[in-house]
């Protein structure tokens, strides 16, 4: 899971705000996945990619939009149209089919 | 499409105890068991899987048996110690993706 990244640790967000949380793998792994993790709960998935310029909606993606224009790279924005965006996001990536997953260290998003 | 349950919500050991986290799944084509470990305010970090050709996977401390007639597996984690106090999520193969538990904290005294 070394091999992923995430920018930045923290993030700060005045309302009415858009702020894109970056996602990068040097793992050559066709897909990508975001989920939110609020305190105390688990993992909820907003958005998956299984190949370059192709995603699909999770389970909460209102608010959110995503975009794969490279292998490496799947980068969320987080827009003023989710009201409640105060979280802790992870990004994951495996070879594809539903396979081992690995995550990245993590963004916290703050809402002031 | 695929569902995962899990349980306990919380689970209060002492160190020296065993500890048993089950899951239930609900896709019979389902074939691939992660376990993820996840410390307060770090990333899930894969402890231990298991494929559904397989009944029990043993790495140390740590095992995961699956009933796949029953569609359930478990994480059985023996002489425990305060350092595996932390938060448990099992997963289950859904369509593309991995279908995630709601998670167990295990807490370990000394």
């Known amino acids: 899971d070394g091999g992923i990244t995430q920018s930045p640790k923290y993030l700060f967000r005045k309302e009415g705000q858009n702020v894109t949380l970056s996602c990068e793998q040097n793992?050559?792994?066709?897909?990508m996945y975001w989920y939110r993790q609020d305190p105390g709960q688990g993992l909820r998935l907003i958005y998956y990619s299984q190949i370059v310029n192709d995603f699909q909606k999770g389970d909460i993606a209102e608010g959110y939009s995503v975009s794969r224009e490279k292998k490496e790279s799947f980068p969320l924005t987080v827009t003023s149209a989710q009201k409640n965006p105060t979280a802790f996001y992870l990004c994951?990536?495996?070879?594809?089919?539903?396979?081992?997953?690995?995550f990245g260290p993590g963004t916290r998003l703050t809402v002031l | 499409g695929e569902n995962v349950e899990q349980h306990p919500s919380t689970l209060s050991v002492q160190e020296g105890d065993s500890a048993v986290i089950k899951c239930t799944y609900s896709d019979s084509a389902s074939n691939y068991f992660p376990w993820y470990k996840q410390e307060l305010g770090k990333r899930p970090q894969l402890i231990i899987d298991i494929r559904s050709n397989v009944g029990e996977k043993k790495d140390q401390r740590i095992a995961v048996t699956l009933n796949k007639t029953a569609k359930h597996f478990s994480l059985h984690i023996t002489e425990t110690q305060p350092e595996d106090s932390a938060v448990y999520f099992c997963a289950a193969t859904g369509f593309q993706k991995l279908v995630f538990g709601t998670g167990t904290r295990l807490l370990v005294s000394p």
């Open positions: 793992l050559n792994h066709d897909a």
């Open positions: 994951a990536s495996d070879q594809g089919g539903a396979d081992t997953q690995y």
